[in-house]
């Protein structure tokens, strides 16, 4: 049996009837990583000694009997920009190459109390902002299905790490698709949930208002249960939403007969790659043949919504990375005349251009004269899209599209045209916008062997509709046993 | 022209500390000094992935300032960010509130020399204070301390509606009794706990339209800023006078020199880009919180006043000194309470406490003894026990080293001496050494029966009975 | 309605950014087009709509004014360039 390729409820079947050892998987785990980073560069920091210690550790306690939870010793991925005490958290900058943060992310802590093990934390583009990983200041990494292509961003370190078999699943975070663009392109299972449904705590803020940490994983089961992990009120972050808590594997009911699916027609019109459109016509049919009521409909606000999203998200980083001031910590240029100097330096030297771009477009769009034209009109634009949703929900349970306009593009290819970059988030930006939940699964490959991702989209804290709606799809098309990525 | 043909023109905007116990947006304690940064944690220090909590008291605080200044209370509030680079700022923006402060449109009366007189108050909102600058040992940096970082202050912006110093100082002192009766402040400004941010700007009088105004910022004394307005104002004048322009900017005070300096940077072209804070979500107050706080509110000066006139028969300008400071004012009616003597209570504060108090340039807080001693005191001069002059002194000791003024009379053996025999001794010894003396008064000349006790004082070191004095002499001047 | 070279070295100075020489052009052509496209909210059908700060309708959450102790201040400044007297030290500021 070939552990790395287990999911994680298999692992912990495995763990019950003893056919497994934690130290045997955490071990099997660090050897893929020690086989595999140097082709995927998933990781910007790999833990993969303290692992070791650790799966030992825990597994004496287990045999103990003084740990008993079911998640106790199973190894996790955590993009670079989840603060974990003690060991570097560097959201793939410069700024922050050797940031060791004091204090711990609610969802680290979350995972800590169960006694998972931190594998390492996932390569990103710099601060989440980007569509490829080619933005990070350390490593672009590869698609584990083709190694010159992107894993797209900025969860390519999760999403490929996940693919590759190097983290039996992975935490990632997505302001305008940065879960379900990579999850799409690298053929997992990427969950985005309604903004408020998982603290923000220790999550370094791209876009407060749009920003949700979700998992990635290999299939929709261990989706449910990783978001059953880390989904909760948190007193510390005033948006998170303070609803009881639901067990989201108790959903899966692998039915969807009478579900109704809105088309949105919008979302395959031209832009649209044929091969993403016909695989999703495919899957359209699938769920007819389920016994999901389909119905095309239009949401014409694609275009409003990445308008609205750029301007938002870059208005609030704008603001959010003020702090990186190269005083109280990140990185501080040598040389500097006066403090307006050191704040000048520090500040151009430690960020890259994407990064650079986004603060300028941010620090505009809010700038006097500007802010009416641009910063307000998106927050009534929102207003708009929040609406839109609205009406449409009133009709159906799930709204169906693209996860991403194409596959995985070659690396080099985009990254020197940031307009068609940001044009390759339109179909999932409005949910951010909306705060709506959103799951990508894998639907099917292009005939350069390359997975195609389907979105279902949900009504706010309907993560179980479009969980049972994508475990249903999976288990009737079982992606995973026929397609594998070439590494 | 001359500086009659002007009117100057003041307004204020008052950064009140409030003495909430942890600071407006995270769990640290607000208490003033602490070593440095002891007082931080990864929020009010800025960490990447921290998050603000609004702290529910600062909520509270404020619209109990606004109600005791009569705002209208905004049942629909937020905060938003002010986004500038300071070092004292970590995030590199402050989050205030913009667009829909918590209070707004009120008003407090003062008292000018030509009667009272209403200062408007545009808005109240609450934000977060600054992080102080150290400068270094070496001269070679400046040095970051967070501990204030984050402290809750509310904000009190007037229209311009002062038209002098004065008027700026009673309205800030009006302010600075308002918050220290509702307890949301202790307005301690040597601490910088209440601080003012003076706009002056002067017109010719008779024009309608405002002329150009100048700020001087984070005054701290009533002294300075009555001192700063007047050179400003003054200033402001004699370039005009010269035919010269007024440039809207931000003006540095110097105590020392009693001159204000620009501090314009050319390169920094301001601009805040306020938006609303996506970390917080919106404040929705209730008629019935906000009437719940309305009902809680303490008794304010001006009813403080009133009762002083009735229940104490106080004049006026007494009862008003007193109930300026509620120190003062808790002092005197406790002390009242306790040696039921409110007329010498009253004559203490108003004469020989006001006076040291003025001449140290100290606030009433700062006052070192309590009302039980103060009550000792007055209890000892009505028992007889001591002479009021001999008052006078232990007052000063009790500025100097307070405690039981019992003990500072027998320690300093200021025990007034009423022991007839005694007394007799010191006439007589007195009456020997000034033979002139009698014979004067034998001739009628009253007076010198004064001059025979103000001796006999001086022999006793102030120490002897008047009362007994004046009468022993009378009978040994009779014979 | 292009972006001039003073506004965008203004806005750099906001964000206290350095621009190079040499970047400035590129800078200009990328804010442009993203500008251009970002102006399609003004064609929007929002008239009436009021605006959306966050994408929750929370409202008054307060935390208790109770002092909680960070008891670990070191770890604060572990991270700093430079420090003196348990302070953050940087260039004089008059």
Same mark, same amino acid.
């Given at each position: 049996?070939?552990?790395?390729?287990?999911?994680?409820?298999?692992?912990?079947?495995?763990?019950?009837?003893?056919?497994?050892?934690?130290?045997?998987?955490?071990?099997?785990?660090?050897?893929?990583?020690?086989?595999?980073?140097?082709?995927?560069?998933?990781?910007?920091?790999?833990?993969?000694?303290?692992?070791?210690?650790?799966?030992?550790?825990?597994?004496?306690?287990?045999?103990?009997?003084?740990?008993?939870?079911?998640?106790?010793?199973?190894?996790?991925?955590?993009?670079?920009?989840?603060?974990?005490?003690?060991?570097?958290?560097? $959201?793939?900058?410069?700024?922050?190459?050797?940031?060791?943060?004091?204090?711990?992310?609610?969802?680290?802590?979350?995972?800590?109390?169960?006694?998972?093990?931190?594998?390492?934390?996932?390569?990103?583009?710099?601060?989440?902002?980007?569509?490829?990983?080619?933005?990070?200041?350390?490593?672009?990494?590869?698609?584990?299905?083709?190694?010159?292509?992107?894993?797209?961003?900025?969860?390519?370190?999760?999403?490929?790490?996940?693919?590759?078999?190097?983290?039996?699943?992975?935490?990632?975070?997505?302001?305008?698709?940065?879960?379900?663009?990579?999850?799409?392109?690298?053929?997992?299972?990427?969950?985005?949930?309604?903004?408020?449904?998982?603290?923000?705590?220790?999550?370094?803020?791209?876009?407060?208002?749009?920003?949700?940490?979700?998992?990635?994983?290999?299939?929709?089961?261990?989706?449910?249960?990783?978001?059953?992990?880390?989904?909760?009120?948190?007193?510390?972050?005033?948006?998170?939403?303070?609803?009881?808590?639901?067990?989201?594997?108790? $959903?899966?009911?692998?039915?969807?007969?009478?579900?109704?699916?809105?088309?949105?027609?919008?979302?395959?019109?031209?832009?649209?790659?044929?091969?993403?459109?016909?695989?999703?016509?495919?899957?359209?049919?699938?769920?007819?043949?389920?016994?999901?009521?389909?119905?095309?409909?239009?949401?014409?606000?694609?275009?409003?919504?990445?308008?609205?999203?750029?301007?938002?998200?870059?208005?609030?980083?704008?603001?959010?990375?003020?702090?990186?001031?190269?005083?109280?910590?990140?990185?501080?240029?040598?040389?500097?005349?006066?403090?307006?100097?050191?704040?000048?330096?520090?500040?151009?030297?430690?960020?890259?251009?994407?990064?650079?771009?986004?603060?300028?477009?941010?620090?505009?769009?809010?700038?006097?004269?500007?802010?009416?034209?641009?910063?307000?009109?998106?927050?009534?634009?929102?207003?708009?899209?929040?609406?839109?949703?609205?009406?449409?929900?009133?009709?159906?349970?799930?709204?169906?599209?693209?996860?991403?306009?194409?596959?995985a593009f070659d690396i080099g290819s985009k990254s020197n045209?940031?307009?068609?970059?940001?044009?390759?988030?339109? $179909?999932?930006?409005?949910?951010?916008?909306?705060?709506?939940?959103?799951?990508?699964?894998? $639907?099917?490959?292009?005939?350069?062997?390359?997975?195609?991702?389907?979105?279902?989209?949900?009504?706010?804290?309907?993560?179980?509709?479009?969980l049972n709606a994508a475990y249903t799809f999976e288990q009737?098309?079982?992606?995973?046993?026929?397609?594998?990525?070439?590494? | 022209?001359?500086?009659?043909?002007?009117?100057?023109?003041?307004?204020?905007?008052?950064?009140?500390?409030?003495?909430?116990?942890?600071?407006?947006?995270?769990?640290?304690?607000?208490?003033?000094?602490?070593?440095?940064?002891?007082?931080?944690?990864?929020?009010?220090?800025?960490?990447?992935?921290?998050?603000?909590?609004?702290?529910?008291?600062?909520?509270?605080?404020?619209?109990?300032?606004?109600?005791?200044?009569?705002?209208?209370?905004?049942?629909?509030?937020?905060?938003?960010?002010?986004?500038?680079?300071?070092?004292?700022?970590?995030?590199?923006?402050?989050?205030?509130?913009?667009?829909?402060?918590?209070?707004?449109?009120?008003?407090?009366?003062?008292?000018?020399?030509?009667?009272?007189?209403?200062?408007?108050?545009?808005?109240?909102?609450?934000?977060?204070?600054?992080?102080?600058?150290?400068?270094?040992?070496?001269?070679?940096?400046?040095?970051?301390?967070?501990?204030?970082?984050?402290?809750?202050?509310?904000?009190?912006?007037?229209?311009?509606?002062?038209?002098?110093?004065?008027?700026?100082?009673?309205?800030?002192?009006?302010?600075?009794?308002?918050?220290?009766?509702?307890?949301?402040?202790?307005?301690?400004?040597?601490?910088?706990?209440?601080?003012?941010?003076?706009?002056?700007?002067?017109?010719?009088?008779?024009?309608?339209?405002?002329?150009?105004?100048?700020?001087?910022?984070?005054?701290?004394?009533?002294?300075?800023?009555?001192?700063?307005?007047?050179?400003?104002?003054?200033?402001?004048?004699?370039?005009?006078?010269?035919?010269?322009?007024?440039?809207?900017?931000?003006?540095?005070?110097?105590?020392?020199?009693?001159?204000?300096?620009?501090?314009?940077?050319?390169?920094?072209?301001?601009?805040?880009?306020?938006?609303?804070?996506?970390?917080?979500?919106?404040?929705?107050?209730?008629?019935?919180?906000?009437?719940?706080?309305?009902?809680?509110l303490p008794e304010l000066p001006e009813s403080r006043k009133?009762?002083?006139?009735?229940?104490?028969?106080?004049?006026?300008?007494?009862?008003?000194?007193?109930?300026?400071?509620?120190?003062?004012?808790?002092?005197?009616?406790?002390?009242?309470?306790?040696?039921?003597?409110?007329?010498?209570?009253?004559?203490?504060?108003?004469?020989?406490?006001?006076?040291?108090?003025?001449?140290?340039?100290?606030?009433?807080?700062?006052?070192?003894?309590?009302?039980?001693?103060?009550?000792?005191?007055?209890?000892?001069?009505?028992?007889?026990?001591?002479?009021?002059?001999?008052?006078?002194?232990?007052?000063?000791?009790?500025?100097?080293?307070?405690?039981?003024?019992?003990?500072?009379?027998?320690?300093?053996?200021?025990?007034?001496?009423?022991?007839?025999?005694?007394?007799?001794?010191?006439?007589?010894?007195?009456?020997?050494?000034?033979?002139?003396?009698?014979?004067?008064?034998?001739?009628?000349?009253?007076?010198?029966?004064?001059?025979?006790?103000?001796?006999?004082?001086?022999?006793?070191?102030?120490?002897?009975?008047?009362?007994?004095?004046?009468?022993?002499?009378?009978?040994?001047?009779?014979? | 309605?292009?972006?001039?070279?003073?506004?965008?070295?203004?806005?750099?100075?906001?964000?206290?950014?350095?621009?190079?020489?040499?970047?400035?052009?590129?800078?200009?052509?990328?804010?442009?087009?993203?500008?251009?496209?970002?102006?399609?909210?003004?064609?929007?059908?929002?008239?009436?709509?009021?605006?959306?700060?966050?994408?929750?309708?929370?409202?008054?959450?307060?935390?208790?004014?109770?002092?909680?102790?960070?008891?670990?201040?070191?770890?604060?400044?572990?991270?700093?360039?430079?420090?003196?007297?348990?302070?953050?030290?940087?260039?004089?500021?008059?």
């Amino acid at each position: 049996m070939n552990i790395t390729e287990l999911t994680v409820h298999e692992l912990q079947e495995k763990l019950k009837n003893k056919e497994l050892t934690i130290t045997e998987i955490t071990k099997a785990y660090t050897d893929r990583i020690n086989e595999k980073e140097k082709d995927v560069q998933a990781f910007v920091t790999t833990l993969t000694d303290t692992a070791l210690r650790e799966s030992e550790e825990i597994q004496t306690k287990v045999e103990k009997g003084e740990l008993t939870g079911e998640f106790a010793g199973i190894p996790i991925g955590i993009k670079d920009n989840m603060c974990t005490k003690g060991i570097k958290t560097t $959201c793939s900058s410069r700024m922050l190459e050797n940031f060791i943060a004091p204090y711990d992310a609610t969802v680290v802590e979350k995972l800590n109390k169960e006694n998972m093990i931190n594998l390492g934390k996932l390569n990103m583009d710099e601060f989440a902002m980007g569509a490829s990983t080619e933005y990070s200041y350390f490593k672009k990494t590869r698609n584990p299905w083709n190694l010159n292509k992107v894993p797209g961003g900025s969860s390519g370190g999760s999403a490929a790490a996940v693919a590759a078999n190097m983290v039996p699943w992975a935490l990632g975070s997505d302001t305008g698709g940065s879960i379900r663009q990579p999850s799409s392109f690298c053929g997992v299972v990427g969950l985005k949930p309604t903004y408020g449904l998982v603290s923000r705590y220790g999550l370094v803020a791209f876009a407060s208002s749009l920003d949700q940490i979700g998992p990635i994983t290999k299939d929709v089961y261990d989706s449910a249960m990783l978001l059953n992990l880390i989904s909760g009120y948190d007193e510390k972050d005033t948006t998170s939403s303070d609803r009881k808590k639901v067990d989201y594997t108790k $959903c899966l009911k692998n039915n969807v007969k009478g579900l109704k699916i809105g088309v949105a027609k919008e979302f395959f019109g031209e832009g649209i790659n044929k091969e993403v459109k016909s695989s999703l016509q495919r899957a359209i049919e699938t769920y007819k043949n389920l016994g999901a009521e389909i119905e095309e409909f239009s949401l014409d606000i694609a275009q409003y919504a990445l308008a609205t999203y750029y301007i938002v998200a870059c208005a609030e980083a704008s603001s959010n990375l003020g702090r990186f001031d190269g005083i109280r910590y990140g990185y501080r240029t040598k040389e500097f005349k006066n403090l307006r100097d050191l704040y000048k330096k520090s500040r151009s030297e430690g960020f890259g251009p994407e990064v650079k771009r986004r603060i300028i477009l941010g620090t505009y769009v809010l700038s006097s004269g500007y802010y009416d034209a641009y910063y307000k009109k998106a927050q009534q634009v929102r207003t708009l899209v929040m609406n839109e949703f609205d009406k449409a929900f009133e009709k159906y349970d799930v709204i169906l599209t693209p996860t991403s306009p194409t596959v995985a593009f070659d690396i080099g290819s985009k990254s020197n045209n940031p307009l068609e970059m940001y044009l390759s988030d339109i $179909c999932t930006v409005s949910l951010n916008i909306a705060g709506l939940p959103g799951i990508s699964i894998p $639907c099917g490959i292009d005939k350069t062997g390359m997975p195609i991702g389907m979105q279902l989209i949900g009504n706010k804290f309907e993560e179980e509709t479009i969980l049972n709606a994508a475990y249903t799809f999976e288990q009737a098309t079982k992606f995973r046993e026929k397609y594998k990525p070439g590494i | 022209m001359s500086r009659e043909d002007y009117e100057v023109i003041i307004g204020l905007e008052v950064h009140a500390e409030l003495s909430t116990k942890t600071k407006i947006f995270c769990s640290c304690p607000t208490e003033f000094g602490g070593a440095p940064n002891t007082h931080t944690c990864p929020i009010c220090m800025a960490m990447p992935g921290t998050l603000p909590v609004l702290n529910e008291k600062v909520v509270e605080y404020a619209v109990k300032a606004g109600l005791a200044t009569n705002c209208e209370i905004s049942k629909n509030s937020k905060n938003d960010r002010k986004n500038y680079y300071y070092p004292d700022l970590p995030k590199s923006y402050q989050i205030s509130q913009y667009d829909k402060p918590l209070c707004e449109n009120g008003e407090v009366e003062i008292e000018t020399k030509d009667g009272k007189k209403t200062i408007r108050i545009e808005r109240i909102h609450i934000e977060e204070d600054a992080g102080k600058l150290n400068h270094d040992d070496f001269g070679g940096g400046s040095l970051v301390d967070l501990n204030r970082a984050g402290v809750p202050l509310i904000e009190t912006v007037s229209r311009p509606d002062m038209r002098s110093a004065e008027e700026a100082e009673n309205y800030l002192r009006k302010l600075k009794s308002i918050f220290e009766y509702i307890e949301v402040s202790d307005c301690k400004m040597q601490e910088g706990s209440l601080r003012a941010d003076v706009n002056v700007s002067v017109r010719k009088k008779g024009d309608t339209k405002l002329g150009t105004r100048t700020e001087m910022k984070n005054m701290n004394s009533f002294k300075s800023i009555v001192r700063a307005i007047d050179y400003e104002a003054e200033r402001q004048i004699d370039v005009i006078e010269n035919g010269g322009k007024i440039y809207q900017e931000t003006l540095r005070w110097d105590d020392v020199s009693g001159k204000t300096f620009s501090m314009r940077d050319k390169e920094d072209a301001q601009d805040y880009r306020y938006f609303p804070d996506p970390d917080l979500v919106a404040i929705k107050l209730s008629e019935e919180y906000i009437q719940n706080i309305k009902n809680s509110l303490p008794e304010l000066p001006e009813s403080r006043k009133q009762r002083y006139l009735e229940e104490y028969k106080l004049s006026e300008k007494d009862a008003k000194l007193i109930t300026s400071s509620k120190y003062l004012s808790d002092l005197f009616e406790e002390a009242t309470a306790i040696c039921n003597n409110a007329k010498a209570v009253n004559n203490w504060i108003i004469s020989d406490i006001s006076k040291i108090l003025n001449e140290n340039e100290m606030e009433p807080v700062q006052i070192p003894f309590n009302s039980k001693q103060l009550a000792k005191l007055i209890i000892l001069i009505d028992k007889g026990t001591i002479s009021s002059s001999i008052g006078k002194k232990v007052l000063a000791e009790l500025f100097n080293n307070p405690r039981d003024p019992e003990e500072i009379i027998k320690e300093k053996g200021w025990i007034q001496i009423s022991d007839e025999g005694a007394i007799k001794d010191v006439v007589l010894k007195v009456l020997k050494a000034n033979p002139q003396s009698i014979e004067d008064y034998k001739g009628g000349k009253d007076k010198a029966l004064g001059f025979l006790i103000g001796q006999a004082m001086k022999e006793t070191k102030g120490k002897a009975n008047p009362q007994m004095l004046n009468k022993m002499f009378l009978e040994e001047l009779k014979k | 309605m292009k972006v001039t070279r003073e506004e965008i070295l203004h806005i750099a100075n906001l964000a206290r950014l350095n621009l190079e020489e040499n970047e400035i052009d590129k800078y200009l052509e990328n804010l442009d087009d993203i500008l251009n496209f970002a102006k399609i909210v003004n064609n929007a059908p929002v008239d009436g709509l009021g605006i959306t700060i966050g994408a929750n309708e929370a409202k008054n959450v307060f935390r208790k004014d109770e002092i909680k102790v960070f008891e670990d201040t070191e770890s604060l400044l572990q991270n700093a360039e430079s420090t003196e007297q348990n302070m953050f030290k940087i260039p004089k500021v008059i």
